[in-house]
């Protein structure tokens, strides 16, 4: 008896979803999740039910096959051809908060500033820098994100992921290896579960600070735009002792425009879309302000911001 092995795209990806228990939706809009509301379609968008349903999803899927996260899309640019492959975006099933006596257990589809508000409700300091970074635990483990004088690497006890192959590891502080806005994370593995560490203080001491915090982003950023967070990583030290956004404004180019997506005029590190911005002209703008900062200064800056996808038209 003669058999067809499944090797055709739908039937790999039909054996990968088979058992499994979260959303599937081909071809899924994800523009509008996106911070800049820009982007194309998911190939596959899956939205796992829990650690267990992405671990199952994984083990069955071919190797051969992409698959990304994404969580709150916050700092990303999603390109207009889409994203090839199975995105997976962690949903309920990851936004659980324990609360324990020096320290929370969250879930990687919890947002920052959330975090940052069940700490200070619980007495917990430590964790206020959170409220002032956009998007989700998940992202910002994996890109160790910091603000106001603290970051992931300074608070991370462990972290629980799932390898691209569908097993499940907790991970402590050292084996991610975080550096200035990265980590060791393996290849293709998806943050699941967080533990955070706190320190007993008074909660309206926290909670003053967390307003502080809010206060200092919205006067500094353009908060109320439909922008990605900020563009470029600052330089190393011994490269230049001037921000990111300081080499912007002296290369001129605060407020340059590329069809609708402009440098911020408040705050030149922050591209964001007046309305009909595409992926295109944001990346496009990104690489010119990159172009004009090597030209001034001789700094290459590094995207901070994550492009993923395909341009319109192409293939990957």
């Known amino acids: 008896m003669n058999s067809t092995p499944a090797t055709t795209l739908e039937d790999m990806v039909r054996h990968a979803f088979a058992g499994t228990h979260g ?57 207009d051809g889409g994203l090839d492959g199975i995105v997976v975006r962690m949903a309920r099933g990851f936004a659980n908060i324990a609360v324990e006596a020096d320290g929370l257990v969250v879930g990687s589809a919890c947002l920052d500033a959330t975090v940052a508000e069940h700490a200070a409700q619980a007495g917990l300091a430590g964790l ?7 998007g989700s635990i998940g992202g910002a483990v994996r890109m160790n994100a910091g603000a106001y004088g603290a970051d992931i690497a ?23 290896r975080f550096g200035y806005r990265r980590s060791g994370l ?8 967080a533990r955070l560490r706190g320190m007993p203080a008074s909660p309206a001491d926290i909670a003053a600070r967390i307003g502080d915090i809010r206060t200092a982003r919205e006067q500094s950023q353009p908060v109320r735009a439909r922008t990605g967070g900020s563009t470029f990583r600052n330089p190393e030290p ?25 440098v911020s005029e408040k705050h030149c590190n922050f591209l964001i879309n007046l309305g009909n911005a595409t992926a295109h002209d ?12 090597a030209q001034h200064s001789g700094v290459q800056l590094h995207w901070e911001i994550k492009r993923l996808g395909r341009t319109q038209g192409a293939r990957a």
Request: with cysteine.
């Open 238 to 262: 011994e490269v230049s002792a001037r921000k990111a956004w300081e080499l912007i404004d002296q290369a001129g180019c605060r407020g340059l425009r590329q069809g609708d997506a402009q």
């Open 282 to 293: 944001l990346e496009t703008l990104g690489d010119t302000v990159r172009q004009r900062v």
């Open 23 to 79: 959303r599937v939706t081909a071809q899924a809009p994800l523009g509008a999740r996106t911070w800049f509301r820009v982007g194309g379609p998911a190939e596959w968008l899956f939205q796992p039910r829990d650690a267990d349903d992405l671990a199952s999803m994984l083990q069955r899927l071919s190797p051969e096959l992409p698959v990304i996260a994404l969580g709150a899309c916050s700092n990303v640019i999603i390109r």
């Open 154 to 176: 300074s608070v991370l006890d462990w972290a629980e992921i799932v390898t691209r192959d569908g097993n499940m590891v907790r991970l402590g502080n050292a084996a991610l």
């Open 128 to 134: 206020e820098f959170l409220a002032g970074i956009p």
């Open 186 to 193: 393996p290849e293709g593995a998806m943050v699941v579960r």
